[in-house]
Antibody, heavy 128, light 107 residues
Framework: QLQLQESGPGLVKPSETLSLSCIVS??????????WGWIRQSPGKGLEWIGS???????FYNPSLKSRVSISKDASTSQVSLRLSSVTAADTAVYYC????????????????????WGKGTAVTVSS | DIQMTQSPSSLSASVGDRVTITCRAS??????LAWYQQRPGRVPQLLIY???TLQSGVPSRFSGSGSGTDFTLTITSLQPEDVATYYC?????????FGPGTKVVIK
């Protein structure tokens, strides 16, 4: 069964760079078919899509974060990474990684950008 | 960018009631619309994708409909475990924006 596990520092100082990792386990053989995303949720607020990537395709970012965010996937380690620079208190949130949907057939893979598997999330506080 | 709105922002209903939540996109998104349930203190879970396709394991009391700009999520018989915030999300093209959410509580 596919599992996603986010990890990273729970506390980051303002103006520093937040770095998070998401380890994909349990179905690594098929993980290359899928794209992966990061979503965050500030305390008491709704869900905010941060960005999405695949190891062989394009990377998409939320325009409001695009100048500060970088997302990548390492196929060799089944790890999806998030870097968010110049953080402020507004970046305090629970950060989730998620797998995007896909329809896999013998002749093609069609990807859909809803999120069908989520990690448990990791809480990050930005404070000095 | 396309904006997503939801109504109502919150609702209170009795167990067994039929509940309907509306999601509206500022431009047409075909059927590229998903619904998520987030129970208090829990991780969001996918309920419906392609506007009306039920994710595996989701109870049949949940259903979705709509296309273009207007979508609905319906719970035919509200259960206590359905207390949650429900989010819609568009995914036709980036940015893959979520709606602001609808909080459902039991009356």
């Amino acid at each position: 069964q596919l599992q996603l596990q986010e990890s990273g520092p729970g506390l980051v100082k303002p103006s520093e760079t937040l770095s998070l990792s998401c380890i994909v386990s349990g179905d690594s053989k098929n993980s290359s078919y899928y794209d992966w995303g990061w979503i965050r949720q500030s305390p008491g607020k709704g869900l905010e899509w941060i960005g999405s990537t695949s190891y062989s395709g394009p990377t998409f970012y939320n325009p409001s974060l695009k100048s500060r965010v970088s997302i990548s996937k390492d196929a060799s380690t089944s790890q999806v990474s998030l870097r968010l620079s110049s953080v402020t208190a507004a970046d305090t949130a629970v950060y989730y990684c998620a797998r995007h949907g896909a329809r896999v057939t013998t002749i093609a893979v069609v990807r859909f950008y809803y999120m069908d598997v989520w990690g448990k999330g990791t809480a990050v506080t930005v404070s000095s | 960018d396309i904006q997503m709105t939801q109504s109502p922002s919150s609702l209170s209903a009795s167990v067994g009631d039929r509940v309907t939540i509306t999601c509206r996109a500022s431009q047409g998104i075909s059927n590229s619309l998903a619904w998520y349930q987030q129970r208090p203190g829990r991780v969001p879970q996918l309920l419906i994708y392609a506007a009306s396709t039920l994710q595996s394991g989701v109870p049949s009391r949940f259903s979705g409909s709509g296309s273009g700009t207007d979508f609905t999520l319906t719970i035919t018989s509200l259960q206590p475990e359905d207390v949650a915030t429900y989010y819609c999300q568009k995914y036709n093209r980036a940015p893959f924006t979520f709606g602001p959410g609808t909080k459902v509580v039991i009356k």
